[in-house]
């Protein structure tokens, strides 16, 4: 149990992440239901924990518990998403038909759908960067990956992105 003092330190650092924690569980767990139960599990682990921790960039360490904590879910409960996230063959882009994508006509909704679509890997640095604004440095101590290897996985999901696009906007 935390002193005082260290409760209020907690809530102070971490919990003013908690919107960024969610937005980066739905992202990864594509469902908010199940990103809310994560995101529960990863602040009583941040909370057990916190007496171990010593810096000062609370976001990037809360984000990296949730991220775990996400991937441990995945592991459990959907492990097809973690062992194919890098072969392009198949994922293949999804061709919608028109009607489907008249029923999508909401240009956010269809964003979202190319989104989701995406491997886990590349919809989580875009999620970090683009959406809750993790420089390239908190990104590779979030993810655990050189900062060399966030600029290029974000630069391919961000092509990914576009092409997808593309092809949704042909349609």
Known sequence: ?????????????VLPHLDSAVNL???LLRNRADAEDV????VL????????FRGTEARAWLLQI????????????????????FDENS???????PESLA?????????MLILESLPARYREVLVLRELDGCSYKEIAEIVGIPIGTVMSTLSRARERLKRTAEVHLEL
């Open 103 to 111: 029923a999508q006509a909401d240009d956010r909704r269809c964003l």
């Open 39 to 42: 995101v529960q599990e990863a």
């Open 25 to 27: 569980a739905r992202w």
């Open 91 to 97: 994922h293949q882009y999804e061709i919608h038909t």
């Open 45 to 52: 682990r941040a909370w057990r924990f916190f007496d171990d």
């Open 1 to 13: 149990m935390l002193q005082p003092l260290e409760r209020h330190r907690f809530e102070q650092l």
């Open 66 to 85: 949730v991220r775990n904590c996400c991937y441990t879910w995945l592991e459990k409960n959907h492990s097809s998403d973690l062992t194919s996230e």
